[in-house]
């Protein structure tokens, strides 16, 4: 069967915010399979605030989207038709794939269990962000019971993660997020000790401390500028900084230095260390076991925002620079 699909491009770069200006669609047939290819339908796609990054053209830790090229990302797809013998029509999978309605994918794209009922968890919890928070937590917080961690971007796909996860652990989890919603579901849902609306917050530092009498020993940072500015002046001894994001920043066309708050790092014997999640891709099923047991015995509890069709990708995409999702933002597409 000849299979046409629009496809989302990367027309120009954005400067600064990115906007629809950016990108374009057409439509294109599909050519028929190579040996070792399959045919996709694509379900699901996750859009993400690293995507943001990936359409400057400079170095980083994965190569820049190239103009006139489909956006990719995380996936969810059937397979339509297969000439690999590992997989069979009707298998669904998670695979980076192009921001397309079908497409051909060769590799080993991960096959989600039939047995599974996790399917759109494969682009949160159980997928990228769930392990973010799970490696930055076990690789550099190093959580003791009894510690005081802040999370910036708490409210999302992270965010939520880390802090339910950190609750786990026996810490004391504050969080901070952009609306009185999700606040109130930090609380109320997740069981954070405490929810701040940073913009609300008259002083943010102020609230922090009222809220961490005995002050900083984790910093989760998914946002930096200002909000970590503030939690700079809070932190213990031998406090913990883990450096996963840095979205208040990724629209900057310059980065803003701001307060140089290093020797406040110095005098407190701070460790801040960033990463980026595939440092740790050996541990990820061991990781994934753990993850689902949790949600399976109700310890984590998920959330997902969830847009639907093909034309809503960029406004999925462009939502998240605006805080409209609480949870992992996913579009569904077919
Ligand atoms: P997300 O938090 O689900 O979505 C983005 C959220 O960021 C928005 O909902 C918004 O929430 C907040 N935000 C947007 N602009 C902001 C600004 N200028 N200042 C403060 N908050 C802002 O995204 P995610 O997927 O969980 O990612 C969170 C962070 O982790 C991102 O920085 C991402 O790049 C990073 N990340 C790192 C790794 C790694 O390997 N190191 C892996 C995945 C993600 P509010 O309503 O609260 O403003």
Same mark, same amino acid.
Request: proline share 4%.
């Given at each position: 069967?000849?299979?046409?699909?629009?496809? +989302?491009?990367?027309?120009?770069?954005?400067?600064?915010?990115?906007?629809?200006?950016?990108?374009?669609?057409?439509?294109?047939?599909?050519?028929?399979?190579?040996?070792?290819?399959?045919?996709?339908?694509?379900?699901?796609?996750?859009?993400?605030?690293?995507?943001?990054?990936?359409?400057?053209?400079?170095?980083?830790?994965?190569?820049?989207?190239?103009?006139?090229?489909?956006?990719?990302?995380?996936?969810?797809?059937?397979?339509?038709?297969?000439?690999?013998?590992?997989?069979?029509?009707?298998?669904?999978?998670?695979?980076?794939?192009?921001?397309?309605?079908?497409?051909?994918?060769?590799?080993?794209?991960?096959?989600?269990?039939?047995?599974?009922?996790?399917?759109?968890?494969?682009?949160?919890?159980?997928?990228?962000?769930?392990?973010?928070?799970?490696?930055?937590?076990?690789?550099?917080?190093?959580?003791?019971?009894?510690?005081?961690?802040?999370?910036?971007?708490?409210?999302?796909?992270?965010?939520?993660?880390?802090?339910?996860?950190?609750?786990?652990?026996?810490?004391?989890?504050?969080?901070?997020?952009?609306?009185?919603?999700?606040?109130?579901?930090?609380?109320?849902?997740?069981?954070?000790?405490?929810?701040?609306?940073?913009?609300?917050?008259?002083?943010?530092?102020?609230?922090?401390?009222?809220?961490?009498?005995?002050?900083?020993?984790?910093?989760?940072?998914?946002?930096?500028?200002?909000?970590?500015?503030?939690?700079?002046?809070?932190?213990?001894?031998?406090?913990?900084?883990?450096?996963?994001?840095? +979205?208040?920043?990724?629209?900057?066309?310059?980065?803003?230095?701001?307060?140089?708050?290093?020797?406040?790092?110095?005098?407190?014997?701070?460790?801040?260390?960033?990463?980026?999640?595939?440092?740790?891709?050996?541990?990820?099923?061991?990781?994934?076991?753990?993850?689902?047991?949790?949600?399976?015995?109700?310890?984590?509890?998920?959330?997902?925002?969830?847009?639907?069709?093909?034309?809503?990708?960029?406004?999925?995409?462009?939502?998240?620079?605006?805080?409209?999702?609480?949870?992992?933002?996913?579009?569904?597409?077919?």
């Amino acid at each position: 069967m000849v299979y046409t699909t629009k496809r +989302i491009l990367l027309d120009k770069r954005p400067s600064g915010f990115p906007a629809v200006e950016n990108f374009s669609i057409d439509t294109v047939t599909l050519p028929q399979l190579n040996e070792g290819e399959i045919l996709i339908k694509i379900k699901y796609l996750s859009v993400d605030p690293y995507m943001r990054n990936r359409m400057n053209k400079a170095k980083s830790y994965i190569e820049p989207y190239e103009t006139g090229q489909p956006i990719s990302g995380d996936g969810i797809a059937e397979v339509l038709e297969s000439k690999n013998e590992e997989y069979k029509s009707g298998d669904i999978i998670s695979a980076i794939v192009p921001w397309q309605e079908y497409a051909i994918l060769s590799g080993n794209p991960y096959k989600i269990p039939s047995a599974d009922n996790y399917i759109t968890e494969y682009l949160g919890i159980l997928g990228l962000t769930g392990l973010t928070a799970y490696f930055g937590l076990n690789k550099i917080a190093f959580p003791r019971s009894g510690e005081t961690m802040v999370i910036s971007g708490a409210a999302g796909a992270v965010g939520m993660a880390a802090g339910q996860m950190a609750k786990i652990y026996g810490c004391r989890v504050i969080g901070i997020a952009g609306s009185d919603e999700k606040c109130a579901f930090l609380k109320n849902t997740l069981k954070f000790d405490t929810a701040l609306n940073y913009k609300t917050s008259k002083n943010l530092r102020k609230a922090v401390k009222q809220a961490a009498p005995d002050g900083v020993d984790i910093y989760f940072d998914n946002v930096g500028g200002e909000i970590s500015d503030s939690i700079m002046y809070l932190l213990n001894d031998f406090s913990r900084i883990v450096l996963c994001g840095q +979205i208040a920043l990724y629209n900057q066309n310059r980065l803003s230095l701001g307060p140089r708050l290093n020797s406040l790092l110095l005098i407190h014997r701070v460790k801040m260390q960033g990463f980026i999640v595939y440092d740790y891709r050996d541990e990820f099923p061991a990781a994934r076991e753990q993850i689902s047991e949790w949600l399976k015995n109700g310890k984590l509890i998920n959330r997902e925002t969830v847009i639907s069709g093909f034309d809503q990708i960029l406004t999925a995409f462009l939502n998240l620079f605006q805080g409209k999702n609480t949870g992992k933002m996913i579009v569904k597409i077919a």
